[in-house]
């Protein structure tokens, strides 16, 4: 259904963004993985390209570096002939109480979650009013992977991670209402628990979901899959926000 778009995924070297890059990709989009670890990109470039039959170029940029992501952008719409869909994915941080944590892992959080998502927006957004206006899907996307944590605080320890998810929720609305009209639609996902290098590899990072015994998490194709529904609905559809938690997930 995505024949002849381009999508840039960042954040596109593991979990959910890895996996949103292969689903798009089998749904026929060129995609455009954007982090900063060249030997995952590279891999899972290779893996679209070669073994799934897809179409994907690798562009190694921190999102955090607002002119680095601009020339990677810009550069994307050069190499695929535009962008039609955004997938603001690159996100992060740690869990903790606010009177032992260090001021500078809050503001590297606030960096990556917000200044990132503002560093690939703003640098995308000429490009998919463009898309949206002479490509033949006649609409563009973007797609910003928030959180359960953007919808409620799920705990204290959530403060600045929370914070951050409630900020890029705003954008993402403030970002709907403006671009309507011109058939660009923002759209929030907002994931409970995934299995990720974020969640199981030992980050400061810890929901207290993952501390309840019994239940599976979600996977990253879980959270791919809601992506692909949300940008390949029709183009008189706007699917604005989907909270997506596994099933036995109550926070
Ligand atoms: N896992 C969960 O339970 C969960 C729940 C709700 C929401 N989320 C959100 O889902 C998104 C993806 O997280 P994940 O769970 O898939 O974790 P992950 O496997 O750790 O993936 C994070 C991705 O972000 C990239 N990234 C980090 N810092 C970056 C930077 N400065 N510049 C460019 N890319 C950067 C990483 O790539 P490099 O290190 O190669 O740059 C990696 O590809 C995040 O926004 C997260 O907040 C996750």
Avoid at 49 to 74: F, L, Q, S
Avoid at 159 to 165: E, G, L, P
């Amino acid at each position: 259904m995505l024949k002849d778009t381009t999508a840039v995924v960042t954040g596109a070297s593991s979990g959910i963004g890895a996996a949103v890059a292969r689903a798009l990709a089998a749904e026929g989009a060129t995609v455009a993985l954007l982090a900063r670890r060249r030997d995952k990109l590279a891999e899972l470039a290779g893996a679209i390209n070669t073994r799934d039959g897809g179409r994907a170029r690798m562009y190694e940029a921190d999102v955090t570096h607002a002119d680095a992501v601009r020339d990677t952008i810009d550069a994307v719409a050069r190499d695929c002939g535009g962008i039609d869909i955004l997938v603001n994915n690159a996100g992060g941080g740690s869990w903790g109480p606010a009177v032992t944590a260090e001021l500078a892992d809050w503001h590297s959080t606030v960096e990556l979650n917000v200044n990132g998502v503002l560093n690939a927006t703003h640098a995308a957004l000429p490009h998919l009013t463009r898309a949206a206006a002479t490509h033949g899907r006649g609409v563009a996307d973007i797609v910003t992977i928030s959180s359960v944590a953007g919808r409620r605080v799920p705990s204290a320890n959530s403060n600045v991670y929370s914070a951050t998810k409630h900020a890029v929720g705003a954008f993402s609305e403030a970002l709907r209402q403006e671009l309507a009209e011109q058939h660009v639609r923002a759209g929030l996902v907002e994931p409970g628990i995934v299995a990720t290098e974020l969640t199981t590899s030992g980050h400061a990072y810890t929901p207290e979901a993952t501390s309840v015994a019994g239940y599976g998490p979600l996977q990253p194709d879980d959270i791919a899959a809601t992506v692909v529904f949300m940008v390949t609905r029709p183009r008189h559809v706007a699917l604005n926000e989907l909270l997506v938690r596994p099933t036995e997930q109550t926070n």
